[in-house]
Each structure stands twice: as structure tokens, then as C-alpha cells.
């Protein structure tokens, strides 16, 4: 991929306090009016400085990386996912934080795939949007992006980063990126994290929430999966699901793995045919993952009659993933380990704190 290079330094004589890359991959944030027509296209981002004059007031410095075609976030792929773990791997050792600007609409599943592929990450990675382009009066990109940078610059009293993990900040809220979810595609706070607290709210201070911020390790060296697995699929339960639509899915040629969206915690239709198809996919060695259609709360499989069968014929239990992170972990997991017993482990429990460990 191509990408155009900007550098902005502060403008106070300080010493500069440290350097983020922000790598612009498209989305609402960077789209402005054209001159002539009525419609949205993504800005040049030589113009930043225009845009945004107050990040040549920040005490760091600043270094755009733009993806030469930007993308709506509809478009992403797991190639510009590993694309994106590569430019954080190639550029970790000369800067201290990193913030992604990203679509909405898919910034989940970046927050959440980033998560499983930057291994041992003890820097920051923001990923931040806008639901109102920045060339727009109204827009709420500016306090998105300006926040998200000074999260990512910020450091504890010995000088070691606050956050080293993969977060969305949005609307004052920094929420760890593989428990966020889209909520609003008009409001402003467009991102909830249900079942994890918040770790930071951006007011007039910004408040740290830190017994739930993962603790900075300096012994961790970043190492970056190249590698993600797409041979996963969704099945979601509804009243009414036929045989056919069952067995559709989940005799998809090569499937490795399906995220099965039950109702409450954890539960199916106890129709024969539903459960010998779920068992039938197990003996093949399809991974069948229960993940919640609801937002809060968990799967506690065995908990009603109706998950209890799931739990006997193997089907592994999400606890309280997110369909996002569950997802994301499938290929990551497939594309990491081949033996099905222990992919199952690793779906099973919590890799980057995406899952409170499940109680039964
Ligand atoms: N469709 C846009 C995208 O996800 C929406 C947004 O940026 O908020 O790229």
C-alpha cells in the first residue's frame, strides 16, 4: 500500500515530550465539502494544520501517515488489518504511541483484531472517528482527534506510558477496543463498552479508571501476527431459523469456526434436528462459539435447559465477548493454531482481556 507522509512539530520552544504516529486509514473524521458539489471526500491531509491549528500546540510531536486512497471503514479487510499491524511494527521502536483514524462503522472489529495481532503490546494504540466530518461546523472530529492524541501521549510519573493497549476513545470516553461496540449511528456516543468499565473519561480532566487499565509491562516485546484466518461465519438464532439455513452455514466448504448468536445466556431452540446439526458440525471439528445476542450480560451455558445440550455436545462459551471480538478471535486463533482442541482452549478464555473468564 501507499501512504503520504506529513510531520508536525510543536510550535512552544519546550523540548518535545515524546511522538505519535497517527495513521489516517479514512472514514467520516477526514471528509470535507468539495469546493463545487454537495458531497463528502476525504481531505488532503496537508491540510490538517488548517483544519485542526491547535495540534501544533500539543507538547509532542506528530507524524500523519495517510493511506493514499482513504477508505469508508464498510471497506476494510484482514489484509489492511495486518497492513495496519505492520506500519505499528516497523515504527514502534521510533515512536511512543500510535493513533489510528478509522470509519466507525467497523472500528470494533479493528480494535478487536488489532488487539489478538500486536502481541505483546505495551504502547498505546487509539483508534478514534468522527460521526460528523471535520469540515463540518458541528463536527465532533476535533475533540475526538485532539483527545485521542494526548491519551496516547500520556505518561505515569516514572515516564512509562498510562495505556498499552488497543482503545477507542469517543465522546469523552476511552473504552478498552476489543469490549467496545458501535451503538449510535447518529448520536454522538457512538461506542458502549456493556459488560467492562470505561478507562478514562475526557472532561475537563481527564479521570483515569485504573484498576481496569491493563498494567504497562516493560518486559513485553511486541511481535506481530501476520496471519488471519477467514474460514469463520456468524449463525444467528431467531424464532423461525429453518434446517436449511442451519445446515447452510454450517456446511460452508473449509469452515473452521461459527459464532453461534443465541438469545439471553447462552440459549438455542431445543429442536431435534437444530441440536444434531450443532453436534454434527462438532464431530467435524467445527468450532461452534456462543456468544450473546444481548449486549450486557453473559452466556452461563447449563444455566436453562435450552444451553444445556450446547454445553454437553462441546460448544465453547463466550462468557461475555462481544460478537466483534469473537469473531476476530476465530481467525486469529485459526490462523495461529491448527489442532481444534486447542483452538477451542484459546476461544475459551481470555487472551487480551476481551472475556471475563467463565463461572459455571
Ligand atoms: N461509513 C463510515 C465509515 O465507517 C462511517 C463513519 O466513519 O462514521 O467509514
Known amino acids: 500500500m501507499k501512504y503520504n507522509t506529513i510531520h508536525i512539530n510543536p510550535i512552544s520552544p519546550e523540548p518535545t515530550q515524546g511522538s505519535v504516529l497517527v ?6 473524521l477526514g471528509m470535507v465539502y468539495e469546493t463545487k458539489g454537495k458531497q463528502l471526500v476525504p481531505f488532503d491531509f496537508d491540510q490538517i494544520i488548517e483544519k485542526v491549528p491547535e495540534i501544533q500546540r500539543l507538547s509532542f510531536a506528530i507524524t500523519f501517515l495517510s493511506l493514499q486512497n482513504p477508505i469508508d471503514s464498510s471497506n476494510i479487510t484482514p489484509e489492511i488489518w495486518i497492513e495496519l499491524g505492520t506500519i505499528i511494527e516497523r515504527n514502534y521502536t521510533t515512536y511512543d504511541s500510535f493513533v489510528i483514524l478509522h470509519g466507525t462503522d467497523t472500528m470494533a472489529y479493528t480494535a478487536s483484531a488489532l488487539s489478538y495481532l500486536l502481541e505483546g503490546l505495551n504502547k498505546p494504540v487509539i483508534l478514534t472517528g468522527a460521526q460528523l466530518p471535520i469540515g463540518v461546523p458541528r463536527s465532533d472530529a476535533r475533540e475526538n482527534f485532539i483527545s485521542a492524541l494526548e491519551l496516547a501521549a500520556a505518561v505515569a510519573d516514572d515516564g512509562t506510558p498510562i495505556l498499552s493497549e488497543v482503545c477507542i476513545y469517543f465522546n469523552s470516553l476511552l473504552l478498552r477496543g476489543n469490549r467496545s461496540k458501535k451503538q449510535e449511528s447518529s448520536d454522538f456516543n457512538a461506542f458502549h463498552s456493556e ?38 461465519a456468524f449463525l444467528k438464532m431467531f424464532p423461525g431459523i429453518t434446517p436449511k439455513t442451519v445446515k447452510a452455514i454450517l456446511q460452508i466448504e473449509g469452515l473452521k469456526g461459527v459464532v453461534l448468536e443465541t438469545y439471553g445466556a447462552g440459549n438455542a431452540t431445543t429442536e431435534p434436528w437444530f441440536l444434531e446439526a450443532i453436534r454434527e458440525a462438532i464431530e467435524k471439528n467445527i468450532i461452534v462459539f456462543n456468544v450473546s445476542q444481548c449486549d450486557g450480560g453473559r452466556v452461563t451455558q447449563g444455566h436453562y435447559q435450552t444451553s444445556k445440550y450446547l454445553k454437553e455436545v462441546g460448544v465453547v ?41 467463565e463461572y459455571s
Open 23 to 28: 495513521i489516517y486509514t479514512g472514514g467520516t
Open 195 to 232: 459488560n467492562y468499565p470505561f478507562l478514562a473519561n475526557a472532561g475537563v480532566r481527564i479521570d483515569y479508571n485504573f484498576p481496569f487499565i491493563k498494567p504497562y509491562d516493560s518486559s513485553a516485546t511486541l511481535s506481530v501476527q501476520k496471519k488471519l484466518d477467514s474460514q469463520v
Open 317 to 357: 462459551s463466550g462468557s461475555d465477548i462481544t460478537a466483534e471480538a469473537a469473531i476476530t478471535k476465530m481467525m486469529y486463533v485459526f490462523a495461529k493454531e491448527n489442532d481444534p482442541k486447542k483452538c477451542a482452549e484459546m476461544l475459551g478464555a481470555p487472551l487480551r482481556g476481551e472475556m471475563s473468564v
